[in-house]
């Protein structure tokens, strides 16, 4: 538990660990309380300049006021001269043994009030003056020189130099009672700090009482130019001073004295990194910056998706820590591992012996690879463990989809399979084409597939049973999008096809390319087509309307990806393009020494990256705003001699691919990359 902390006998370093009270704040309790002689109640704390009522809120039981106020005659020197006689000298003070440290603070102490005095002779005549008692207050003055002081109620150690120059400056009652106040509107106003004097151990200068009054009467100009020649007179030591003095009233912690909504909008203007660094200030800031919403906010601005699952409330150091911020750092986490992190060495999952991996599933926690040995594997992507070998085709596998628990494969024996991942069990097998299923989409409880046969038909994985079959190419079918409501379909007749599944009805056929027709992209609003002509082609998918030829590719496109209305094409001419499909611009292309040296097989990007593989053997990792290369992921030792990576898949924090070789030189395998990080503890 806190301790408590007595506001009648705390210094300023005690007074400093209460909640939103800085130094500042902590000096002017201490000032406040010499003056008035000691606190009655906390509540007297009010009326220090600075202190509010959401202060004592914060700090609720932890203040306490004990009655500790010092006896009449026990009281700081600087104030006992009300009992005796205006002029007469202070009586002398018993001796004090001192310390050797203690002795050399004294020393130091009395050297420095020595230089102040010389100061204070030099600039004297300047001053206005309307008397000449110099001579009387010179006696005056020299008792006290003699004397060692020593004054329990000081905010700071006495031998200290340093900050006793940055104490108030406080004068006699005598000097208080002979000088009449100053009127009201020349007294400047102060909401927070006081006012600091210099703390000297001397009676003060004479005629200052009349010098500063005089100030006040003066113009703001005049007193510009007064100050302006004050400062020119003053020694290095004596500007070190007033900027000891002027700092601290412009260091005010607005944060803490504004309301909770209006503190949370200041902060919201701050980059996450300098929220992090705000939170170390203190324990009031620490609780603002973990605002469950504040890193809400952040977390939208930086693209981080909302998480499926409920946030849970975490304490760190005794302050609960925002789910949002916990989700925020993490995601910081998994990009700084993709992109500088050291590569952990990748999980190795063996089983289609020396075939090839022909399709690739990932979701969650399972991976589905698909090869020409007729079978399917599940594999664990956290263990690395083969789960199930789905077995049944008779011919190779050459296309696959899956959606939680259901897997539905096409193969070359001419059939579909619909399988349970959990059990491994063939729920269905599909029959009705008469060639190669060489394509599918699965949309909720139906696929349409493609087939070398010419034909799409339309499944319903439920029941199994054929719903529609579309008739209108003349060639192999050889990709596929379904959205549920329309089917879109590319051919080797170079034939770009439209239908409706529910009627059978061919709607568009867009026609432009002038060979084969090898990947299709559909969003709802856009159908994107790639050929071998070397061209990609953007329609719109409700008018069946020609908009854009996206050129510069040389060869082939294999593969494509389309988000948000960014285009990501990767070609056989070993070249990877950036596409913006609204207007047709090209964005980035990504090239250069760190290219890819053969053809590109695969690819994949997000927010922040863009992922490919390619026929030399290697996976390559490239920023998608900057198209700048960042790293290679994988690099075979057999890439350039026949290591081939056919297919990648990747998540937030793993990335699947599938190797091998055409030769025999790289054995069939998948590769499982982690970059996750662990949640902020």
């Known amino acids: 538990m806190a301790r408590r902390v007595n506001i009648n006998s705390a210094d300023v370093e005690e007074l400093c660990t209460l909640l939103g009270i800085g130094r500042a704040r902590a000096e002017a309790i201490v000032h406040h309380r010499e003056i008035v002689n000691g606190f009655k109640n906390s509540n007297e704390l009010l009326s220090v300049p600075g202190i509010r009522s959401n202060i004592l809120e914060l700090n609720g039981n932890r203040i306490s006021c004990e009655n500790s106020r010092p006896a009449q005659g026990g009281h700081n020197l600087r104030n006992s001269s009300t009992g005796r006689p205006r002029g007469q000298p202070h009586p002398p003070m018993q001796s004090v043994t001192l310390g050797p440290v203690t002795r050399r603070r004294e020393s130091t102490r009395k050297q420095q009030e020595q230089r102040l005095q010389v100061t204070q002779d030099e600039t004297a005549p300047s001053l206005p003056s309307t008397s000449h008692g110099n001579d009387t207050n010179e006696d005056q003055r020299e008792p006290s020189k003699q004397v060692k002081r020593k004054s329990p109620s000081t905010d700071v150690k006495a031998g200290s130099p340093a900050k006793s120059l940055r104490r108030a400056c406080r004068f006699s009652e005598d000097t208080t009672r002979s000088t009449p106040p100053l009127s009201p509107t020349h007294v400047r106003r102060t909401d927070v700090l006081p006012k600091r004097r210099l703390s000297i151990r001397l009676q003060p200068p004479p005629n200052l009482t009349e010098w500063v009054r005089t100030f006040q009467h003066w113009s703001e100009a005049e007193k510009v130019m007064a100050i302006d020649e004050l400062i020119e007179r003053c020694d290095p030591s004596q500007v070190r001073h007033i900027m000891s003095v002027i700092e601290p009233q412009f260091q005010r912690d607005f944060i803490s004295l504004l309301p909770k909504e209006l503190a949370l909008h200041v902060l919201s203007f701050l980059e996450p990194r300098d929220i992090l660094k705000a939170a170390q200030t203190c324990r009031t800031w620490r609780i603002l910056c973990e605002d469950n919403l504040l890193w809400r906010e952040k977390c939208l601005e930086a693209g981080i998706d909302e998480p499926t699952k409920q946030l849970r409330r975490r304490s760190h150091g005794g302050t609960p820590r925002s789910p949002w911020k916990s989700l925020f750092l993490r995601t910081h986490e998994i990009e700084y591992n993709w992109r500088h992190a050291a590569i952990r060495p990748p999980k190795v999952l063996k089983g289609h012996d020396d075939h090839v991996i022909t399709c690739l599933q990932f979701s969650g926690q399972r991976i589905v690879s698909g090869s020409d040995d007729n079978t399917l594997k599940v594999w664990s992507a956290v263990t690395g463990k083969c789960l199930r070998t789905l077995t049944g085709h008779t011919g190779g596998v050459w296309s696959s989809q899956m959606k939680n628990n259901i897997i539905v494969s096409g193969s070359t024996d001419r059939t579909l399979r619909v399988w349970n991942a959990e059990s491994g069990q063939c729920i269905?097998?599909?029959?009705?084409?008469?060639?190669?299923?060489?394509?599918?989409?699965?949309?909720?409880?139906?696929?349409?597939?493609?087939?070398?046969?010419?034909?799409?038909?339309?499944?319903?994985?439920?029941?199994?049973?054929?719903?529609?079959?579309?008739?209108?190419?003349?060639?192999?079918?050889?990709?596929?999008?379904?959205?549920?409501?329309?089917?879109?379909?590319?051919?080797?007749?170079?034939?770009?096809?439209?239908?409706?599944?529910?009627?059978?009805?061919?709607?568009?056929?867009?026609q432009g390319h002038t060979n084969r027709v090898y990947s299709l992209q559909y969003d709802g609003v856009h159908i994107v087509s790639g050929s071998l002509d070397t061209s990609i082609r953007v329609w719109e998918a409700d008018t069946g309307v020609h908009r854009h030829t996206l050129t510069g590719h040389q060869s082939l496109t294999s593969g494509m990806e389309l988000k948000d209305n960014i285009l990501v094409s990767g070609n056989a001419d070993s070249t990877v393009k950036i596409w913006d499909i609204t207007n047709g611009k090209c964005l980035q292309t990504l090239q250069g020494a760190n290219k890819h040296q053969s053809a590109v097989t695969s690819l994949q990007f997000d927010k922040k990256f863009v992922v490919t593989s390619s026929d030399d053997g290697t996976v390559k990792l490239w920023d998608l705003k900057t198209g700048e290369f960042i790293r290679n992921l994988v690099v075979l030792e057999s890439g350039g001699s026949g290591g081939v990576v056919w297919r990648v898949q990747a998540c937030q924090t793993k990335l699947v691919c599938a190797v091998g070789s055409r030769n025999g030189t790289e054995e069939t395998k998948l590769l499982v990359l982690d970059f996750d990080a662990d949640p902020p503890r």
């Open 428 to 510: 269905h097998t599909l029959f009705g084409h008469t060639s190669t299923v060489r394509c599918m989409h699965l949309h909720e409880n139906r696929v349409v597939s493609g087939s070398r046969d010419a034909s799409l038909r339309l499944w319903d994985i439920d029941s199994g049973a054929c719903l529609h079959v579309l008739l209108g190419h003349v060639a192999a079918v050889r990709c596929v999008q379904y959205d549920g409501r329309r089917v879109v379909s590319g051919a080797y007749d170079y034939m770009v096809k439209v239908w409706n599944p529910e009627t059978e009805e061919c709607l568009y056929t867009l």
